[in-house]
């Protein structure tokens, strides 16, 4: 009967376990967004959001054990997501790869139009160490996000050129925008147009993969480490 049930618990149809501290750290995101404009991503914007959210401090904690850099990084994720919702409920199959990516970037920065200055200040802040290695992170999970996202299946190198590609274009293009001050925004739709034109050199990449396959950039070699450690 054991047997019979741990079978069970094996088979397709198992629900996903449910992260208990899911909803406590949205809670806390959502009272700490109007202060990070001004305060930053620090422990004690954390601190009060966990006060208003009625959050105990020792679960906020256990919700955020880096605390504010946690925080920081939470929001980044909870970017990706609401630009992974947004993309599903558009007309990609009917773009062409190139308008693809150029949506799903612009999407990207949509989602957070409201939180600019936020996303500007958690960015910014995951660069200083000894955060930095989660500015790598954020940065290789909104790029896989996105190829993901609009179809990408590579299993080969091409999974590695393609987001160490896009890594670039979407930092240049984040950059911009964050000190863009056009009328919507239309000196960095243009800038993200003439970036794109750098992924769609990942063909020629391709081209001449089997000549580099041996050895990997340092680049690409920490992407390949971040893909397994990405969660």
């Known amino acids: 009967m054991a047997d019979k049930q741990s079978q069970a618990d094996k088979g397709p149809h198992k629900a996903k376990a449910v992260d208990p501290l899911e909803e406590v750290r949205a809670k806390i995101l959502l009272h700490a967004l109007p202060d990070v404009p001004f305060d930053g991503w620090t422990g004690a914007v954390m601190l009060r959001a966990a006060r208003a959210a009625d959050v105990d401090h020792g679960v906020a904690r256990l919700a955020f054990p880096n605390g504010a850099r946690d925080l920081a990084e939470y929001f980044l994720h909870d970017g990706d997501q609401r630009m992974i919702a947004a993309l599903a409920a558009s007309e990609l199959q009917s773009m062409k790869i190139r308008e693809k990516i150029t949506f799903a970037v612009r999407t990207r920065l949509e989602v ?81 147009d003439r970036r794109i034109a750098d992924v769609m050199q990942i063909e020629k990449i391709k081209a001449s993969a089997n000549k580099v396959r041996a050895r990997l950039p340092d680049p690409l070699r920490l992407l390949a480490k971040l893909r397994y450690r990405a969660g």
């Open 112 to 192: 957070d139009m409201e939180n600019r200055e936020a996303l500007r200040r958690a960015t910014f802040a995951l660069l200083v160490p000894p955060a930095s290695g989660s500015a790598a992170k954020c940065l290789y999970n909104t790029v896989d996000a996105i190829w993901v996202a609009i179809g990408d299946t590579s299993t080969d190198y091409n999974f590695y050129t393609k987001r160490a590609t896009l890594a670039g274009v979407f930092g240049a293009v984040l950059t911009f925008w964050f000190s863009d001050e056009s009328e919507g925004f239309a000196e960095t739709w243009s800038f993200l």
